[in-house]
């Protein structure tokens, strides 16, 4: 089954840089080529993602942030999403799952997170970058991630291929779409934007091709939503199609005016050309086109050509001629 990668917003925490302890400090050096003392790192917390209701009206459960606590140990942070070596900033040594038992979701539900902690060196070059999140200017992230389905929360199908909308209440349970069965963690950014009610910023659906369908009815949601590169060519396709349908329709519609008008004039002498066009303007193609087929028929008919000698058969009568009746 193809996965749909997802961007889902994340904070990072307010306890950005503690102490460094001895085990976090092995699991660090664990990604070195030589062994960095604590004094050489700065460690920081990052709430990744959790089980609440985002804008974007999904979530995921539990069981993925339970796959997605080891999926993320080992990735890079970057900026922005843009998958450069040169973008590389700084790395999660660990994950775990938390229980806050003094919140509960938007559905109601026990609230859990997934929380990591991540490291850089401690460079001149990243010090502006340190002291951005020292004083809480950089906060948000964005964390990319693959899972296998969006599930609707009311019937446990495909959100896609359901009838039930994100956001509405269905006997006065939320829909929403929980993202189910990760199968990669593939980075986390920093970002800028947030949308996310209590972090993040964007979210994407990438990996996955993108049915016309779909993406339709995500613009119809009006919630915000990104596109990818693919699905964006396919939109833009689309409306490149709509473009020229449109245009055959402006030049057909014309045409069906035009002979309307044009037998108007024959069949109703009485109707202005002006006055016909202005009605013309109000009518819908299928009007037209029954207007022409009516006037085409009463031209017809008031056309008709008539012969000049009758072809007609006398009838004979036999009752006068009688006998001599041939």
Not at 57 to 86: C, M, Q, W, Y
Not at 123 to 150: H, M, P
């Amino acid at each position: 089954m193809t996965s749909d990668t997802v961007h889902k917003t994340a904070q990072i925490g307010a306890d950005a840089e503690q102490e460094v302890s001895a085990q976090e400090l092995d699991l660090i050096n664990a990604y070195t080529r030589r062994r960095l003392s604590a004094d050489e790192v700065y460690v920081f917390s990052l709430v990744l993602c959790d089980n609440d209701v985002d804008r974007d009206g999904e979530r995921f459960t539990v069981e993925s942030l339970f796959a997605l606590e080891k999926l993320f140990v080992g990735k890079t942070g970057i900026f922005d999403h843009i998958p450069s070596a040169k973008n590389q900033t700084a790395r999660i040594i660990s994950c775990k799952v938390e229980n806050l038992a003094e919140r509960r979701t938007a559905t109601g539900d026990e609230y859990f997170r997934l929380k990591a902690r991540a490291y850089m060196p401690k460079t001149e070059d990243n010090r502006a970058l340190r002291d951005s999140i020292d004083s809480g200017i950089i906060k948000e992230i964005s964390v990319g991630c693959a899972v296998k389905q969006t599930l609707c929360s009311i019937c446990g199908k495909e959100l896609s291929a359901c009838s039930h909308q994100k956001g509405e209440l269905y006997g006065g349970r939320l829909c929403c779409g929980e993202l189910c069965d990760p199968t990669d963690a593939y980075e986390w950014s920093f970002v800028a934007v947030p949308a996310q009610k209590e972090a993040g910023v964007t979210k994407s659906v990438f990996g996955k091709e993108e049915t016309m369908e779909n993406i339709l009815k995500k613009l119809e949601s009006k919630s915000g939503f990104t596109l990818s590169g693919g699905d964006c060519e396919k939109l833009l396709g689309y409306i490149k199609t709509l473009k020229q349908s449109a245009k055959d329709g402006v030049y057909y519609r014309e045409s069906l005016t035009a002979e309307v008008l044009r037998l108007s004039a024959a069949v109703q002498p009485d109707i202005s050309r002006d006055t016909m066009e202005s009605i013309a303007k109000t009518m819908s193609v299928a009007q037209l086109k029954e207007f022409r087929d009516a006037f085409e028929k009463q031209k017809q008919k008031a056309f008709a050509p008539k012969p000049q000698l009758c072809g007609g058969k006398k009838k004979t009568n036999t009752e006068s001629f009688g006998q001599f009746t041939i």
